[in-house]
């Protein structure tokens, strides 16, 4: 058979409110135009995130049941090392209630006011975690990653000379930790070579900086390097994770991406001073460490999510959706980044909206956009959330891409759902030429686009906006 099915059957329906434009303008309008202020309950096909939004299994419905709620030496947090341990191989599993906990601990103990954390691509919150600390976090993606219609399975690679430039021009100990990011998020969901991720983690280890992997979706990354790399294809996902984890010093995990899970988060790491120094420093803010800030039955129904996320059928019908969507789009000519990823269609807003200027936002044009026509609520990757912004002059730094991330949330979704969202893009590409770009008239100093407040920018002031940039006033953090 050549169609790929959803190898699931559907157990449990959660309804959705269909509402009417007039209700999403005033809801949008309520938002400050920002669609992470919108309530769930007005949005039709939510494609903002697929971090904590899967439906569980019936076995992981069945773990949440048996899960011990111990405070201290809970069986639950054995089962869940146990799972760690034959998947990654590290020697340390220290849970965290989600990614960014793991971020905040890890980068407090290891970085100093004015170091530098080198990366393929920081993500958001990664990127605030490491500026807060005075850090520089510093991108090191290869020219060819920029281009979003190059067909290159693995735009997600570090640009190893550069890295090497780095690490040879440091001083002593300006460099605390090196990280790498698989999939590359920020940068269209592309994938990271296994040939890659042993060159960085050697060039780290030659200049003696430990090495951690940011892997919220190591499944779907190691799924593309079986697909794609030469000489993998015929090498078991399971052997293609491990040798992943085990060119590392520790990794990072967001759980709520690849471990299929609504809340929960990973630290795992070798060294046994510094995990000594994780544990003592999780205990101020994340509990006891055999729970991590996490109920028994989290960390039951995350061990048994990380035992399903490497099912072949599970990972090929992911891809199968993402193409297929991906694939329409194209037809209606809506600009893509290739090749697509399996957790997200990214397309080139800055592509589909030439008139408007990157620093009026395309991007989130396109997002409150879509929303408006089908109740699709997107999320902007691109100067809203990575841009600079200059609190002196007010000046507006862009991004290098303006992207929009449709991100499919695991086994929620069928076809019928994704056709909904073409046809809201189709709608959007016969009146695209009269979207405008929108100003920002209020947002915090770190991950603003979380919480800014925007405005369409009325017609009258369009070609005056474009020569500058309205200074905004700071949210309190």
């Known amino acids: 058979m050549k169609t790929i099915i959803e190898p699931f059957r559907i157990k449990s329906v959660e309804p959705i409110h269909i509402t009417t434009r007039q209700q999403r303008e005033q809801a949008l309008e309520a938002a400050h135009y ?55 191989g590290f020697r340390h599993v220290i849970p965290v209630h989600q990614g960014r906990a793991a971020e905040r601990i890890l980068f407090q103990i290891l970085a100093e006011k004015g170091s530098i954390v080198p990366n393929n691509t920081h993500f958001d919150t990664t990127r605030a975690n490491l500026e807060y600390l005075g850090v520089e976090a510093l991108d090191l993606c290869p020219g060819y990653a920029l281009d979003t219609e190059s067909d290159d399975p693995f735009k997600g690679n570090m640009d190893t000379a550069k890295l090497r430039e780095l690490l040879a021009g440091a001083e002593p100990g ?37 090495f951690f992997l940011d892997a919220a979706r190591f499944a779907e990354n190691a799924y593309l390097i079986k697909t794609f790399e030469p000489g993998m294809q015929g090498t078991p996902l ?61 960390l039951s129904v995350l061990a048994q999510g990380l035992r399903e996320v490497l099912n072949t059928d599970y990972l090929a019908y992911r891809h199968a959706s993402a193409r297929y969507m991906a694939d329409a789009l194209h037809e209606l000519g809506v ?54 912004h200059d609190p002196i002059t007010g000046e507006e730094h862009p991004a290098s891409l303006d992207l929009v991330r449709l991100t499919l949330p695991r086994r929620v979704y069928t076809q019928s759902h994704f056709d909904w969202v073409i046809e809201a893009f189709g709608e959007l590409v016969d009146r695209r030429s009269q979207l405008r770009g929108y100003e920002i008239l209020q947002q915090a100093e770190f991950l603003r686009a ?14 005056d906006y474009a ?11």
């Open 174 to 210: 300006q460099i605390p930790f090196g990280l790498l990011t698989v999939t590359n998020n920020s940068n269209g969901g592309q994938a990271v070579s296994l040939a890659n991720i042993r060159e960085v983690a050697d060039l780290y280890h030659e200049f003696g900086v430990p």
């Open 238 to 298: 399971r052997e293609i994770v491990l040798e992943m984890f085990q060119a590392a010093d520790g990794c990072l995990i967001s759980a709520k991406k690849d471990g299929l899970v609504n809340i929960g988060g990973i630290l795992a790491v070798n060294d046994d001073r510094l995990a000594q120094k994780v544990r003592d420093l999780l205990l101020l803010t994340e509990g006891f460490p055999t729970y991590g800030g996490l109920a028994g039955r989290d």
């Open 34 to 88: 920002n669609l992470f202020g919108l309530r769930s309950k007005d949005v039709i096909i939510d494609l903002l995130t697929d971090s904590g939004t899967g439906a569980m299994s019936t076995w992981q419905w069945s773990a949440l049941m048996v899960g011990d709620e111990t405070y201290a030496g809970s069986e639950s947090y054995y089962e869940l090392c146990a799972t760690v341990k034959q998947l990654m």
């Open 450 to 463: 979380f919480t800014a407040h925007m405005a369409p920018i009325p017609e009258t002031r369009v070609d």
């Open 467 to 477: 020569n500058g940039c309205r200074e905004s006033t700071p949210l309190s953090p």
């Open 335 to 388: 600009p893509t980044v290739r090749p697509c990823a399996l957790h997200a269609v990214y397309v080139d807003a800055r592509k589909l909206l030439p008139h408007i200027p990157p620093i009026q936002l395309p991007g989130q044009a396109l997002c409150c956009e879509l929303y408006l026509i089908g109740g699709v609520r997107a999320v902007e990757i691109g100067t809203l959330m990575f841009g600079r």
